[in-house]
């Protein structure tokens, strides 16, 4: 299981810094009881450095929010992925619903985005989801479907190791309604049969499918005992070690059961 954090635009530097070594500090409170966890967390661009350092002798990968498909140049605000594995990150989210809704973010342009992740070492963190118009007129499938295809298209995975995918459908995004542990099932079902043509079975077989949308402590059990769920992508939730920890106590208890 993947249990991983996306602080999107939170937490002020000594906040950012507190809360990693909160984190940190849980899991190594814990001994062993999270050692078939694997832990991410995604602060933004500023704390990547601090976060980092804060997370040092922590099993917690780091990830950055996004990354520029070109490796350097006149791009006035944009980070690089050399910029991010020179900081220690080793994923990163692209696609998520809030860049493809607020920024106009295409398909072609996270597949870029995806191959320059892989062509740097990074594992690409691929976030994929229907808004509510598109599940209410039946097309969710359809949607990802077309998503996944447009965003993995030409993106190298050698091993289930260099790709994650995020299914976080947009209407459950910070809105206090996830998914019902059925509906996330049904389209990570989806996802996973995707990634057997375009990868093959062993492969897609082992990717970390997460799921994202309002999880919370509350119904991460539910959602994470799915067979095609492999983890959580966690917005709000991540924002607090308790929080954040307590998804993960829920998964080590689904986990055992799995
Ligand atoms: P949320 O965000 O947990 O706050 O709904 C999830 C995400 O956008 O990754």
Request: aromatic share 4%; net charge negative; proline share 5%.
């Given at each position: 299981m993947l249990i991983a954090g996306n602080w999107k635009m939170n937490t002020d530097l000594p906040g950012g810094r507190a809360l990693a070594e909160d984190i940190a500090e849980g899991i190594a409170a814990a001994g062993d009881r999270f050692a078939e966890i694997d832990f991410a967390v995604c602060p933004p661009f500023v704390h990547l450095q601090a976060v980092g350092e804060a997370?040092?002798?922590?099993?917690?990968?780091?990830?950055?929010?996004?990354?520029?498909?070109?490796?350097?140049?006149a791009f006035t605000s944009d980070v690089s992925a050399p910029m991010l594995t020179s900081v220690g990150c080793s994923?990163?989210?692209?696609?998520h619903s809030e860049r493809r809704q607020y920024y106009d973010e295409t398909d072609a342009q996270v597949n870029d985005k995806a191959r320059q992740a892989r062509r740097?070492?990074?594992?690409?963190?691929?976030?994929?989801?229907?808004?509510?118009?598109?599940?209410?007129?039946?097309?969710?499938?359809?949607?990802?479907?077309?998503?996944?295809?447009?965003?993995?298209?030409?993106?190298?995975v050698a091993s289930a190791d260099d790709l994650v995918v995020a299914y976080e459908p947009v209407w459950a995004i910070g809105t206090g309604e996830?998914?019902?542990?059925?509906?996330?099932?049904?389209?990570?079902?989806?996802?996973?049969?995707?990634?057997?043509?375009?990868y093959g079975d062993a492969i897609a077989a082992d990717v970390p499918l997460l799921y994202g949308g309002s999880m919370k402590p509350h119904n991460a059990a539910?959602?994470?005992?799915?067979?095609?769920?492999?983890?959580?992508?966690?917005g709000s939730a991540s924002l607090e070690a308790d929080s954040f920890l307590g998804i993960a106590e829920r998964a080590v208890e689904v986990q055992s059961a799995k």
């Amino acid at each position: 299981m993947l249990i991983a954090g996306n602080w999107k635009m939170n937490t002020d530097l000594p906040g950012g810094r507190a809360l990693a070594e909160d984190i940190a500090e849980g899991i190594a409170a814990a001994g062993d009881r999270f050692a078939e966890i694997d832990f991410a967390v995604c602060p933004p661009f500023v704390h990547l450095q601090a976060v980092g350092e804060a997370l040092a002798d922590s099993p917690v990968a780091l990830g950055a929010q996004d990354v520029h498909a070109e490796d350097e140049g006149a791009f006035t605000s944009d980070v690089s992925a050399p910029m991010l594995t020179s900081v220690g990150c080793s994923h990163v989210i692209v696609g998520h619903s809030e860049r493809r809704q607020y920024y106009d973010e295409t398909d072609a342009q996270v597949n870029d985005k995806a191959r320059q992740a892989r062509r740097h070492g990074l594992v690409p963190i691929v976030c994929v989801g229907e808004t509510l118009e598109q599940r209410r007129t039946g097309n969710a499938e359809s949607v990802v479907r077309a998503q996944l295809e447009g965003a993995l298209d030409g993106v190298p995975v050698a091993s289930a190791d260099d790709l994650v995918v995020a299914y976080e459908p947009v209407w459950a995004i910070g809105t206090g309604e996830s998914a019902t542990p059925t509906q996330a099932q049904d389209l990570h079902a989806v996802v996973r049969a995707d990634l057997s043509e375009r990868y093959g079975d062993a492969i897609a077989a082992d990717v970390p499918l997460l799921y994202g949308g309002s999880m919370k402590p509350h119904n991460a059990a539910d959602l994470l005992s799915q067979p095609d769920v492999d983890g959580g992508l966690i917005g709000s939730a991540s924002l607090e070690a308790d929080s954040f920890l307590g998804i993960a106590e829920r998964a080590v208890e689904v986990q055992s059961a799995k």
